[in-house]
Structure formats: C-alpha cells, structure tokens
C-alpha cells in the first residue's frame, strides 16, 4: 500500500524555523522527482520546491530561494523541507508528492504530473 506520511508542520514566529518530513512506503521515493507545494487561503497550489532522483539536484520558487532547503535520506526513504527565516506569506498547507514519469525535476512544477501527495500539513508563521 502506497503512502506518503507528512509531519512537522506548526505555529512559528516571524524568523523562525520549521523542518517538514514525508516519509514513503510502499514506493521508493529515489526513484522520482519529489516536488513541495503549498496552499495558502484563497490561493491555488504552488510549486515550492524539487529534487531529482538523478542527481539529487534542486530547484526552489523565487519566494523562498536563500530560505528553504529541500532534502532525502534515501536509507529512511524520507525528503525533508527545510525552512529557514519564515514569513507570514508562508503560512500554508504544505504537501509533499512523488512525480512517477519523471527522474529529474521540471521546474516550475506541474501539478499535474504528481500521483503521490502526502496529507498536507499545516505550517502557520505569525508577525
């Protein structure tokens, strides 16, 4: 059975730090792009983060470029997101999703071509 359990999402103040966790079964995470995205109130999903399996390269939205770190424990079968110097704009719902035609990220991600999506946790920044 395939899962994708995310946790670490909370409430955190302005400059402050967050680490997300998803961590895989049932596939391994190695073998795809493995991509973040968020979802802020009245805003549709955005592509936050990639890494590819390829290389273990990494793209990251403008908005959180210097900021946010996206990173797998291959021996854990885990990818993590790093967040580092959060902002109010960052409060959203996070996901973590496994993207099974592709080995190295496309960037913008696409949404579309995720087929694996963790339940989304919350991570809330105050000012």
């Known amino acids: 059975q395939v899962q994708f359990v995310e946790s670490g999402g909370g409430l955190v103040q302005s400059g402050g730090s967050l680490r997300l966790s998803c961590a895989a079964s049932?596939?391994?995470?190695?073998?795809?792009?493995i991509g973040w995205f968020r979802q802020a109130p009245g805003k549709g999903r955005e592509g936050v983060s990639c890494i590819s399996s390829t290389d273990g390269s990494t793209n990251y939205a403008d908005s959180v470029k210097g900021r946010f770190i996206i990173s797998k424990d291959n021996a854990k079968n885990t990818v993590y997101l790093q967040m580092n110097s959060l902002k109010p704009e960052d409060t959203a719902v996070y996901y973590c999703a496994a993207n099974l035609m592709r080995r190295r990220c496309v960037f913008p991600s696409r949404e579309s071509e995720y087929d694996y999506w963790g339940q989304g946790t919350q991570v809330t920044v105050s000012s």
């Open positions: 049932g596939f391994f995470l190695d073998y795809y792009a």
